[in-house]
């Protein structure tokens, strides 16, 4: 049997600071054309948002300023959305709008609105009203007072909620990425979960950037506003009329197989990268955190994701699991993994922890996983009630300080997992545990636990292989349960001084998955069928 194989090379892990320097501009040299395409994004997002709220916000600021009984309760209202965090803000509006440019757009719109209403209120207002009554002496109408009067001389003031509004929108946008709107966030989510500073900063640096280069355009504005406003309208339509013609452009492409991955899985060592590349895959990708990619390939907002074997929204949302058919992906068996300082502290984790050796199936852990996300039931009754059918003690809940910490990765099955490892510690040992959920990648996690910061956590040997151990030069190593299982565990013992207890029993291998229907349409079983097609279109 033919299986694919890695071969990794040995990553420096301390750096020169002109090394780091070197690296850094070496990663956006081979990143430029993808740093481009974000950036347009990140500056389409923000200035569509700031045209509607400007507009809108004007519109606002002028009412109020004329009816002044509206003025507390409106400032109230936009001041409220401000209060809310954004992604807060975002998680609200996915239920009705989806997910995409749509939602971000509102969302930076509804940001914006603050700074732009309270500016146009407080700048009309304070036109003094002495100049006013002079005007309409002169007999002008109340419009020609607003538009030749009040809006010339509050100008100042309403560039300034402008250029606050801006600024804003430029650093919310960022959170956009989420919800798989594009823009520079992506960079900088995607190097938060493999823990890569060079792409963190490839997506940070060109955002604030654009927020400062802004700001003193806007500053200098409003300190010359009568002599530099016609210009300044012009440069400004020019500037969103080459926006709008990169984004026609960028959208006129032919029709591809969109698929939604989350940000760890485009970069990590056993993700997209390599498949792309053993598979020959072309897909438009859409980056967006693992909870939203169920619910977009239901609604048909992309056509394939990468899930988990295990997970049990595949047969809740009738999805299929394309083959993988080059044997892509390892064995990904889940154990707990403990630093070997606390096994020798404390060895009675050991024995504990051992007490799930081999108890969860495959079918039990889907099971599960659809309970807690489709279902909505309690991550701890879950684990409970599994533990208890198994013939374990759980009914044991211990507080205080905690002596052992347990961590988990940002998704359903490791929360389950750390809370079935507390349950088994606490009622099979005298120590009291404590929880450090929802880590927002492997290197992040793993990291935390190298350090100290936990000292438990649930891993899949094929990420132990292929994300964590890839700095080591893997050679002919058959992808294998027992053979994988038998080499992580040795690695980390002699590199890390961190033990691999016994698996737990199922497999959650990687999968590229799709809705039934669609893929019987394109007549798509395997990793392979997909590439053709994408590769026909």
Known sequence: M????????????????MEQVENFLSFVSTHKAELWDQTVEHLWLTVTSLILATTVGLSIGIVISKKKALSSSVIGFVNAVQTIPSIALLGFLLPFLGIGVFPAIVALFLYALLPIVRNTYAGITEVDPVVKEAAIGMGMSPRQVLFKVELPLAMPVLFAGIRTAFVINVGIATLCALIAAGGLGEFIFRGLSTNNPYMILAGAIPAALMALTFDI??????????????PISITFAMLIAV?????????????????????EFIERGDGYMGLKNVY????????????????????????????????????????VKLNDDKQYFPPYHAAPIVREQMLQKYPEIRYALMLLAGLITDEEMAEMNYRIDERREE?????????????????????GPGDIIIGSKNFTESFLLAEMFKIVIENYTGLTTELKLGFGGTKLLFDALNTGEVDIYPEYTGTGLLVILRSVHVENLPYHKDTVYNYVKKEFD??????????????????????????????????????KHTQNE
């Open 2 to 17: 033919n299986c694919y194989r890695c071969t990794l090379t040995i990553v420096k892990r301390s750096e020169a600071p």
């Open 217 to 230: 355009l806007m500053g200098y504005i409003q300190k010359h506003v009568y002599m530099l406003i016609k």
């Open 243 to 263: 926006v709008i013609f990169s984004r026609i452009i960028s959208n006129s492409s032919p029709s591809k197989i969109v698929a939604g991955f989350p940000s």
């Open 280 to 319: 020959d895959l072309h897909l438009d990708v859409k980056e967006m955190e693992i909870g939203l990619m169920y619910q977009a390939v239901k609604n048909k907002e992309v056509d394939v994701i990468s899930g988990f074997s295990t997970d049990g929204r595949i047969e809740a949302f009738d999805l």
């Open 379 to 399: 991550i701890r009754a879950v684990a409970a009630d599994f533990l208890k059918n198994e013939g374990l003690k759980t009914g044991l809940t211990r507080s």
């Open 494 to 531: 002699s590199r890390y001084r961190i033990a691999w207890l016994p698996p737990l029993g199922f497999n959650n291998t990687f999968a590229l998955m799709m809705r039934k229907e669609h893929a019987e349409q394109l007549k798509l079983k395997s990793i392979s069928d997909l590439a």
